[in-house]
C-alpha cells in the first residue's frame, strides 16, 4: 500500500508521497514521485499499485518524450494513459494469473506551454481520467481512507501553498499513525503558478516528528474545550437509573 496526495489551490499544486515499499515481509524504500521537466514544461506523476506496472509505464512515457512534444497537459495524460493500457496488453493476464491485480492508479500534475493554468488529473488503471477543479482541490490514492478528514474541512481553492502543505502532512501523518504500510521517508514536490519549475524536498521521521507529536497535543487540548453542555441529556439518564437502583 502506499500514500499519493495531489493539491490543486489557485496558487499551485502540491504533492507528497511517502517512500514505503513493500514485498512480502521486505521494507524498502523507493522515490514514488516522477518529475519531468524542460522548457515551458513542468509535470509530476505518482502511482500506487504494482510498482513493477508503474515502472514499465514510466519507462515507456519516458522514451515517448525523447521524441514527443506536448503543449497541454492533457494531451501528455492521454499519452500516459496510453503507456498504461500498453502495460495492461503487455502484462495484465500473466499477473492475474499469479494472483496480482493490475490496480494503477496515477495522479498527473503540471502545467505545459500552452495551459492557461496549472492542472491536476486522476488517472484510472483502464486509463480513462477525471480533472480535479472547482470543488475538488485534491485526490489521494493508495491507503485514501484514514487521512481525508482534515482535507475536507480545511482545504479550498483559495488556501495557500503553504495550508496545503502543512494540511498534506497532517493528512499523511493520520494514515501513518493508523497503519503500518504507510511511513516516512514523505517526498513533497511544489509547483507555483506559471512557473514552469517544481521543487522536490524529502523529509525524514527526524525531520517531522516534532510537528506530529505537536498535532497529537492539539488535537487533545481541542477536544478538551468542545462544549459538554449536549451530553447532560445523556449522563442525566444514566443518574436517574443509578438512583432508582
Known amino acids: 500500500m502506499t500514500y499519493c496526495l495531489g493539491i490543486k489551490v489557485k496558487e499551485g499544486l502540491l504533492a507528497i508521497a511517502d517512500t514505503r515499499i513493500t514485498s512480502g515481509t521486505d521494507t524498502t524504500v523507493k522515490k ?46 492521454n499519452a500516459f494513459g496510453e503507456q498504461v493500457k500498453r502495460v495492461i496488453a503487455e502484462d495484465k493476464a500473466s499477473l492475474e494469473a499469479a494472483g496480482f491485480r493490475f490496480d494503477l492508479n496515477t495522479i498527473i500534475g503540471g502545467q505545459l506551454k500552452d495551459d492557461d493554468e496549472h492542472k491536476l488529473f486522476l488517472l484510472y488503471p483502464e486509463g480513462n481520467w477525471v480533472e480535479l477543479g472547482q470543488g475538488a482541490p485534491y485526490v489521494v490514492i493508495g491507503n485514501s481512507g484514514h487521512g481525508k ?8 481553492e483559495d488556501s495557500s501553498l503553504k495550508l496545503a502543505l502543512k494540511t498534506g502532512f497532517l493528512s499523511f501523518d493520520s494514515t501513518r499513525v493508523s497503519s503500518n504500510n504507510v511511513d516516512f521517508p514523505i517526498d513533497v ?17 527526524k525531520d517531522l516528528e516534532y510537528i506530529s507529536a505537536q498535532w497529537a497535543e492539539e488535537l487533545k487540548l481541542a477536544l478538551e474545550h468542545i462544549s ?9 439518564k444514566l443518574e436517574e437509573i443509578k438512583t432508582e437502583s
Open 149 to 156: 478528514a482534515i482535507l475536507n474541512r480545511i482545504l479550498t
Open 189 to 205: 514536490a511544489v509547483y507555483k503558478k506559471d512557473s514552469f519549475d517544481i521543487i522536490q524536498q524529502r523529509y525524514e521521521k
Open 32 to 77: 514514488k514521485i516522477t518529475i519531468e521537466q524542460k522548457d515551458h514544461f513542468s509535470l509530476f506523476i505518482m502511482t500506487s499499485g504494482l510498482r513493477s506496472a508503474r515502472d514499465k509505464a514510466i519507462v515507456y512515457f519516458n522514451e515517448l518524450l525523447e521524441t514527443k512534444d506536448f503543449n497541454k497537459m492533457y494531451k501528455a495524460v
Open 228 to 236: 459538554e453542555d449536549w451530553m447532560d441529556t445523556t449522563f442525566n
